[in-house]
């Protein structure tokens, strides 16, 4: 068995990635997917702070590793020189998730930041490792992006960049819905799809990330379109 790779990238930081990430993978298990998230690298933890892996297994209950944790809250290549460690170049992180995808039908990858931040000391990006694995596995690419001004620029780049490496996204996701959208909100939700050309897979809530397990299972089905 060879399962499929669904890498998450943000348009930038904070637009609600992790609870993406949560969401998806939830839906592939209850869809009756064997599922693991896999965070490649976590930088702004020390000691034993959760991450980002922590929180989707919290919200989720599925299974998830963390490859490389870093303590400062940089791109993981800066955090790496700062401390002068050694982190894995993104071709290991491609090994390793090659491997669970033997095991596993679903494999979701949960990037840093945003599409091009250097995952290693090398210049390999989430962009990299998408583009590598997709030589061997059949990788899917959901885009998570803010509902605010300057969400349509962002999400183009985006976009741009995966298309210029003949990885088409399988979807949007918006990260973080406000309860009272203003102009600009209600606009990018129709906007969002006709300018990049991917459509809308789920609108999440804002402070969805903050509700218990069982509330996030009963909420979530309702926010994918």
């Not at 839906?27 to 034993?48: D, Y």
């Not at 990037?111 to 931040?117: D, I």
């Amino acid at each position: 068995m060879t399962g499929r790779v669904v890498v998450v990238t943000g348009t930038s930081t904070g637009v609600g990635k992790t609870v993406a990430t949560a969401a998806l993978a939830l839906r592939e298990a209850e869809a009756g997917r064997s599922v693991i998230v896999v965070k490649p690298v976590q930088t702004g933890i020390a000691g034993t702070e959760p991450g980002d892996a922590d929180e989707v297994h919290r919200l989720s209950g599925c299974a998830v590793q963390e490859f490389t944790a870093l303590d400062d809250p940089l791109a993981p290549d800066t955090a790496a020189r700062l401390r002068g460690v050694r982190i894995p170049p993104v071709a290991e992180y491609a090994d390793r998730i090659r491997v669970l995808a033997e095991f596993h039908d679903t494999v979701i990858v949960e990037g840093a930041g945003g599409l091009l931040v250097r995952l290693d000391t090398e210049g390999g990006t989430l962009l990299d490792l998408a583009e590598t694995l997709a030589v061997s596995v059949p990788v899917e690419v959901v885009v998570v992006a803010a509902a605010g001004l300057g969400t349509l620029n962002h999400a183009e780049l985006t976009v741009g960049a995966l298309r210029a490496r003949g990885l088409e996204p399988v979807g949007l996701v918006i990260g973080a819905w406000p309860d009272d959208p203003d102009l600009a909100e209600r606009c990018n939700a129709d906007d969002l799809p006709l300018v990049t050309g991917v459509r809308v897979l789920a609108t999440i809530p804002a402070g969805a990330g903050a509700h218990a397990r069982d509330a996030f299972r009963a909420s979530a089905p309702a926010w994918f379109s």
